[in-house]
């Protein structure tokens, strides 16, 4: 198979596993789930346009996810079922974006993946604590 066909077929199922513990909008239950429970007021508006936002607009500019998909190929040459690890091959990808968006702060980068970078659209405060969800 070629690689950049398989890294293709990889990346809806490597996306939808970030949802799940990144979802694109942050509800009352997403919250609640990730918060368990809150002790604290907070804004879901607010969380959603400093978090959610910024994170997905990143995101969603591409990547080839080959981190995820090479963790996934080596559990299938392992005799594993892939699909039973995808959560955890997310955890390089989400932690690998995060580190693009401070690097961009600190070289002072313009743009990232054909766009301008995070902290362009969105401001140092929230490009730092995107990054650092």
Do not use: Q
């Not at 604290?40 to 994170?55: S, T």
């Not at 500019?61 to 040459?77: Q, V």
């Not at 693009?100 to 405060?125: A, H, N, V």
């Amino acid at each position: 198979m070629d690689i950049e066909k398989f890294l293709e077929e990889k990346a809806a199922l490597i996306d939808k596993a970030i949802e799940k513990y990144i979802p694109r909008i942050f509800s009352e239950n997403a919250v609640l789930f990730r918060i368990n429970p809150p002790h604290y007021a907070y804004n879901l508006e607010a969380l959603n346009k400093a978090v959610a936002e910024p994170i997905w607009e990143f995101l969603d500019r591409g990547g080839k996810r080959w981190r995820p998909s090479l963790f996934l190929l080596i559990c299938e040459a392992l005799g594993k079922n892939p699909e039973d690890f995808v959560d955890f091959a997310i955890i390089p990808e989400v932690i690998h974006n995060g580190t693009i968006m401070i690097d961009d702060i600190e070289d002072l980068s313009e743009f990232r993946r054909g766009k301008p970078c995070t902290y362009k659209i969105y401001g140092l405060d929230i490009a730092i604590n995107a990054g650092n969800a």
